[in-house]
């Protein structure tokens, strides 16, 4: 077969690929990491390239008008068939910004929260450091190395079963001989079974550390923690690498199929946490073999990813993974930066589409230690929902999709700087004024903007209650292209991409569908306990999305149920959070593995109850007004508008 | 630094090697395996070779006046300046002959014996596998693969905690639905957990192998067992790679201590074992993904090296070993011929010179079951010895020198075709009859031969009960040469190596220390618990070296305890016959954990009991003549003669 260079511009990165080879994979090859929603399918159009000089083949795919003028393909739907030089433009390029961590403006409250959460549990890290000082053998007290060692710290601990692997035992009779008989030994404890994973010459002062990690579809977060105080030392969050190869998990499991897609993928979720580990552990000094332990929280096919086991199966009716409770794997199996010895952890999930991060999420509410009946609600690319209290627990998971991620919305993006999260149109001009993240030059449009201009679109009469615009408002934001109806919410000049930013009647109904389906996995789980709205206690919202969220807002299009607003909390990445204690009670590890168990799961896809809900949930804000008595005038007038 | 090419004849196999290299080294890298009883210190003299041509220069060692006169030197003691030609004579080979399993003659007897132990314990191998066949999965039922698996074995085989590893739950989503739910899975149990550690598609009817393996310091042997039936599907044995590193395990513990020394160790057991197991499982159509288990006994050296850790500080006052008690491990991580998965077990040694060996021996005597007061006694490069029965069980190793194993001894060689194993001496004439292995021509002389040859040579008044020559006895065969005196078994025309195979009385005296050192031993065991050798009940020879082993020469030269020969039983290779009990019932495995604390060491260093005992015990066949009453005439008889 014959081979050809591929080179990119600006960066001048040149790769050498197959004949037949996609500018796609020839881009992933160059380490150059293009946008790609769909994973190579030709259908989100998100891989634009501009073939500069060479020998290409088409095949056809979701190039859209506005491409074709601009003179761009897609990258997954060009074929290399000689010497190429392409250029990548910057929106089809993965952002670099780095993830937002917290709303600052709700940090302390945070900060506050997770304080308390920790009280509820024993502080008990998964791993410790313990100094001891052996007697010496002789002749006639001759135990081995390892005995000696065990009775010691059976003595000082209080554990039974001492069990230790090769890499430690190979080093101990140098150790113990290094500083007289004075080590440091580090434990780790779980499931009652204690291993002692590392033994150190001398009595090290430092208590180790440990990694609370939120592996998320779209963002990977970091904690080091430290496991003497709980102390979270610093953290950070990036985009997960895996992004290259599809946005969504459903592109990441058909990935995953194809030839060396499952390597590919895990060793990109790795390398992703290994970046964030190695900038955070370089930043505050800690040597990576002080990193003791780690424990991630992921939904399903993320937490299949990164121990390598295909999804195949949780992507097929009738949805089944490969294992809810995940074996802990040694660090050095998997390659992470951190003591080889140390242990990683997942977090347990319940159901293919109910994962790890959500049983985490509902372990830092502790809502299954509450009186109280509460809602927890995790909308990501997915949206997982979990009713329930100290008696039950009850989880749907409904394919929101990626809308209010900004995923399959013209201008959709993510939550950062530049991206539009409030908007207000003047009901009489439609003018329109904007809030953006940083209070820069809009680039763009985030869930919370998302949601706002829905509310306000249809508070000031330019669409009705199916999303479709009102053909005759008058505003020459209101136009029609050969792709249909938009709305024009910040003009060329005003932005910072030199095009106008437009919501279009698509996007819409992109969003419609979005939130109805929020909306009728909340009414099925109630459905099913015999329910209602008006018994709901507490409603926490999880997720980097709440961050931004207006409540009133998303009542008023029917994404969250219209109950007292009181009742509504914010919990932010209540994943990493649920990590963290875990990490730090050996009893909250404990009942995250029992919350897998104790909480059941609800299919939606099976019996009628879903789809008859998410017909009625696609409306603004719902066919059945008494859901929504708040907003049930303010509907009617609008309707009648 | 310069380097030169060293080329070894008659094979002409040449390798590059720095200047200042030793030939020996120079050999090992080649392939070529040199004797090197003493690791290389230069001072057993075993590594002769010629130098051919080329520059080299000499360090002080060992070498005879014999070597000398034939133009040989010490491979350990020519260093490389040049490049060199190298010839390695045969006898300073090591041998390529299979190492004997049994003796032919007892061949019966142990097979029936091994039946017989084995029915003392239920018949319950460490793995099998479980033939199941799930419920498929549904939009409702709609368990993990993992828990419906795991459901389906507790209900199948009342296991309750069942494990699994990440490469079983790696293939677990296509295994099950290859066969459309139909599955073989094996497991593992050991001390109360169970792994499953394989999953096969579709009902398997194999019941899967494994190995027991018994790595002694000489040799290796490994049994392929079925775990279905308990047979022994074959076995087969060789010597110990490693060989080449030293002779017995002081020179194996200090060449671990060079630099990459534990590593290359370490390889060549795993090689033997590897190269055992590859025949075995070829010549029987095994494949190697069937053997699930393995169950090694070694002394506590061989334990130490297989797993890599150093040995150190076994060779050290107060000889401490790293771990007694050794954590099982993956044949992965070692690189053992079979299934990836399987778990590789090693007994547990009681100190650091009675080893697992010897407590796999304990096993399949079962004294500690018994009420008989027992004296096992393994003699091999080191002499182990145990009494006890149910009540207690004390143990001890004396270095007995490797003379029984033909080592330090001029024609001294191991248990094969062409040793010689019984010796007449007529009492007139002095003229001398033998008995070789296979009855071919002598090239040399066996631990048993060694043993008869001392008695007959003290009872036809050849030497006294010190061991030297009574120098007036006339006959051609007693002469005095450079190196002294010594004795004549077959002259150059009858041996198969041209030269006179003659006993020395350095040979005689090394082996009067070994036989001493032995019955010190012995001594030393009853002596502190305030008992005599009338109070044993049975005495139980284990090894190859009992194969050949003539008791009556044995009590005469004060080897063995002088008590009625019915009590005296001989059971082989102990080791591998006790690992084999542990593969076939978790009970046996069980209770071999439990014998490495129930044993307990009396170390002959400490206190000067041993040392006098072993004063006493270099004589024929004692000083004490009251402890060998069947002899007490004869031998006095002998000293007037």
């Known amino acids: 077969m014959s081979k050809h260079v591929v080179r990119f511009v600006p960066e001048n990165i040149s790769v050498t690929v197959d004949k037949g080879t996609t500018v796609l994979r020839a881009a992933s090859l160059a380490g150059i990491e293009i946008k790609s929603t769909c994973g190579g399918k030709g259908s989100c159009g998100r891989c634009a390239i501009k073939v500069v000089d060479g020998q290409v083949r088409y095949e056809k795919g979701n190039r859209s008008k506005k491409l074709k003028d601009q003179g761009l393909d897609l990258a997954c739907q060009t074929f290399v068939e000689g010497d190429v030089v392409v250029e990548v433009p910057r929106d089809s390029r993965l952002d670099k910004h780095q993830v937002l961590l917290e709303n600052e403006n709700r940090g302390k409250v945070l900060a506050e929260k997770e304080l308390d959460l ?106 080091v923690v430290d496991l003497a105080t709980g102390e979270t030392v610093d953290k950070r969050g990036t985009y997960n690498k895996q992004a290259k190869y599809g946005d969504d998990v459903i592109s990441r499991m058909i990935y995953a199929g194809e030839e060396n897609g499952l390597q590919e993928l895990q060793d990109a979720v790795i390398a992703t946490i290994n970046e964030l580990t190695d900038q955070l552990l370089e930043k505050n000094g800690i040597k990576p073999a002080d990193v003791m332990v780690a424990v991630t929280a992921g939904n399903t096919t993320m937490a299949h990813l990164l121990l390598g086991l295909p999804p195949k199966y949780i992507r097929l009716e009738p949805y089944i993974p490969t294992a809810t409770e995940l074996p802990p794997v040694k660090a050095r199996e998997l390659g992470i930066h951190i003591n080889p010895e140390a242990w990683v952890l997942s977090f347990p999930a319940v159901a293919s589409y109910v994962g790890g991060d959500i049983v985490a999420g509902v372990l830092a509410t502790q809502m299954a230690r509450s009186e109280e009946m509460t809602l927890f609600i995790d909308i990501g690319t997915n949206g997982e929902i979990v009713l329930g209290n100290k008696e039950f627990l009850i989880s749907c998971a409904c394919s929101a999709g990626p809308a209010f991620e900004g995923g399959g919305i013209t201008f959709g993006m993510r939550a950062m700087t530049g991206a539009i999260e409030r908007i207000n ?26 949601i706002d201009c829905l509310a306000k679109l249809h508070r000031v009469g330019l669409i009705d209650r199916t999303g479709q615009f009102f053909r005759d408002r008058e505003t020459p934001r209101l136009r029609k292209t050969d792709d249909g109806w938009e709305f024009v919410l910040a003009w060329a000049d005003e932005s910072d991409i030199d095009q106008d930013i437009v919501i279009t009647e698509a996007d819409i109904k992109n969003l419609l569908r979005s939130k109805g389906a929020v909306f009728a996995g909340i009414q099925s789980l109630l459905k099913s306990m015999q329910m209602d709205v008006n018994m709901i206690e507490k409603i926490i919202i999880a997720g980097g999305f709440g961050n931004y969220l207006n409540v009133d807002d998303a009542v008023q299009i029917g994404l969250l149920p ?80």
Chains 1, 2 share one sequence.
């Open 425 to 450: 149109i003047d009901p009489n001009t439609f003018d329109v004024q904007l809030k953006t993240i940083g209070d820069s030059k809009p680039i763009g449009i985030c869930g919370s903007g998302l």
């Open 118 to 223: 920790l009280q509820e549990y024993e502080f008990k890290p998964l791993c410790r450091k313990v100094q001891l000082t052996l007697e010496p053998p002789t002749l006639t007290e001759n135990a081995s190395d390892l005995t000696r060692l065990q009775a010691e710290l059976r003595q000082t601990t209080q554990c039974k079963e001492l069990i230790v692997g090769l890499p430690v035992l190979q080093k101990l009779a140098q150790t113990l001989r290094q500083e007289d008989w004075k080590v440091t030994a580090t434990l780790a404890c779980m499931n009652g079974i204690t291993e002692i994973i590392n033994v150190e010459p001398g009595h090290i002062a430092n208590s180790g550390y440990g990694l609370a990690v939120d592996i998320g579809t779209t963002t990977v977060v970091v904690y």
């Open 562 to 641: 219209d109950v007292e607003r009181d009742k509504y909390e914010f919990l932010g990445n209540t994943s990493v959070k649920g990590a963290r204690m875990a990490l730090l009670s050996q009893d909250a590890f404990r009942e995250s593995i029992e919350l897998g168990h104790k909480m059941t799961y609800l299919e939606l896809s099976a019996g009628t109850t879903f789809m008859d809900e998410f017909v009625s949930a696609t409306f603004i804000p719902h066919t059945d007004l008494t859901l929504f008595p708040s907003v049930k005038d303010e509907v009617e007038q609008g309707k009648a508008g």
